[in-house]
């Protein structure tokens, strides 16, 4: 009696996917869950979308009639979101919406050829922070105190100097974790080593922590995750190797300042997230995704299709994945 009802309980854990209509066949990078009902998301060819009936009709919006790739949406509302265009130079654009996505303001646009924006993130609505490649041989970070109106570049002497390549690998719009109003970590990559920057002080000043990550101009951190100020995760891999999962996962009990690899996970993931309020992780790359419930030391493989992105609505167990050809699916983790 006991073993079945342990294995009820294991049933009953399980993620699953509901898959969704988006009515594109754009690649999709962002995602971002307001609520159960509501959701943005956004991808190449200009493309974000946006459900108010929990995803069974998505629209698209237009935000510019140029053709940009939108890899990270952040929304603070039902109303309000800000989208990131990644690409060099002037493809690299934030715009932001008031109006549900009826009119957009360009915020920010890269006047410098060298400039890539990576992702984005918002501690709320005023205060955010964007991540981007490395620009000669200087850390890329900007924050905004005022809903994005000035996007002011932290200053080279607040922050380590940079690997010779590094960035980040805008697959997932999930390279920045926040945690509180000041606390942020990201993961860069691209270079000879695998790394986390951190701040506690809203990105006024900056450390840098090593990674046992495999690092290259393929392989390296994707996606980082905090569930409070000390325990995170990170995730990722080579993505042109999807299929192997090699130095590709750690864990931080410090609040990022060392990290220890952990074995678990079935392949390449570009992106990983904590189930809001809990110890339970989800990890998703293009061919597939896995779970875990003890803070990342076990990890279980999940059900169904691949994915590039995912977002859990805020206090909630539920959330969107995104991926390849306008791919969506809603996710219930009990």
Do not use: C
Request: aromatic share 10%; no cysteine; proline share 3%.
């Amino acid at each position: 009696m006991k073993i079945a009802f342990f294995f009820i309980l294991a049933l009953l854990a399980m993620p699953r996917w509901t898959m969704q209509t988006s009515g594109v066949s754009a690649r999709l990078r962002g995602v971002s869950a307001v609520s159960e009902r509501v959701a943005w998301a956004s991808g190449s060819g200009s493309t974000v979308l946006r459900t108010v009936d929990g995803g069974l009709t998505w629209q698209k919006l237009t935000v510019t009639g140029e053709t940009l790739d939108f890899r990270d949406i952040d929304a603070i509302d039902a109303q309000t979101a800000y989208v990131l265009g990644a690409g060099s130079g002037p493809a690299s654009r934030i715009y932001k919406t008031t109006d549900a996505g009826k009119t957009w303001t360009m915020q920010f646009k890269g006047e410098d050829q060298k400039v890539f924006l990576d992702a984005m993130s918002f501690w709320d609505a005023t205060h955010g922070i964007v991540y981007g490649d490395s620009v000669d041989g200087q850390l890329y970070i900007m924050t905004t105190s005022d809903g994005g109106r000035v996007w002011s570049r932290v200053p080279a002497a607040n922050l380590p100097p940079a690997l010779e390549d590094e960035g980040a690998f805008a697959a997932s719009g999930t390279n920045i974790a926040l945690f509180g109003k000041s606390h942020a970590w990201i993961g860069t990559g691209g270079a000879a080593r695998s790394r986390v920057l951190r701040t506690s002080d809203a990105g006024r000043s900056w450390q840098v922590a090593d990674t046992p990550f495999n690092a290259g101009s393929s392989a390296g951190i994707f996606s980082i995750t905090f569930r409070d100020a000390k325990h995170g995760v990170i995730a990722g891999g080579d993505y042109r190797k999807e299929q192997e999962a090699i130095n590709n996962l750690a864990v931080t009990s410090d609040g990022g300042v060392t990290w220890t690899l952990v074995k678990g996970l079935s392949g390449y993931r570009s992106v990983v997230a904590y189930v809001p309020g809990r110890k339970a992780l989800i990890a998703l790359g293009p061919s597939g995704g896995d779970y875990s419930t003890d803070d990342g030391r076990t990890w279980t493989t999940i059900t169904g299709p691949g994915f590039d992105t995912f977002s859990f609505v805020p206090r909630k167990s539920t959330g969107w994945g995104a991926g390849a050809n306008g791919t969506i699916g809603k996710l219930e983790f009990r």
